[in-house]
């Protein structure tokens, strides 16, 4: 099962500054619905830890990711793959800076693959679930990247 997603938002601050903060694991990662923590293998690797609850199926999927592509200051884009009991997933997500007035333009776009058991327990609630997680993740992104320009993000 693939789930799509994808918009924009602007933000006032430079596009190097938002490229910055979209490459860091450290500060990208916590952002994340049901975030446990985070290991970074290197600038370009790094393992997620995230709580997942369908139905009866629960636990913590261990998500490893993947810094594809590094355009600085215009695209970054991330691949992952993770496994977490009944089922695996691999997703793509893309962010597409542009400098927009006194900030930036942050495209973003996405897909995640579902494979498995969950599939068929989950069923139709996954899409809306999924779709509702990464809305909450751009929700947090964007309030990050709102904060003053001096402060710790």
Do not use: C
């Not at 500054?17 to 916590?30: E, G, Q, R, S």
């Not at 490893?64 to 793959?81: C, F, I, N, T, V």
Request: no cysteine; charged share 25%.
């Amino acid at each position: 099962m693939a789930i799509k997603f994808a918009g924009a938002f602007e933000v006032r601050r430079t596009p190097e500054d938002v490229y910055d903060f979209l490459t860091d694991p450290n500060k990208f990662a916590p952002l994340l619905p049901e975030f446990r923590g985070v290991s970074v293998e290197d600038a370009e690797h790094f393992t997620v830890k995230v709580n997942v609850g369908i139905s009866y199926i629960k636990g913590i999927a261990d998500v490893k990711m993947h810094l594809a592509e590094s355009e600085r200051p215009r695209r970054a884009q991330y691949k992952g793959q993770g496994s977490v009991a009944g089922g695996n997933v691999s997703m793509v997500a893309a962010f597409d800076l542009a400098s927009a007035g006194e900030g930036t333009r942050v495209a973003w776009e996405g897909e995640a693959q579902v494979f498995g058991r969950l599939t068929s327990v989950a069923g139709g609630l996954l899409e809306p679930l999924g779709k509702k997680q990464v809305q909450k993740l751009i929700d947090g992104l964007q309030a990050a990247l709102h904060s003053p320009a001096g402060s710790t993000l």
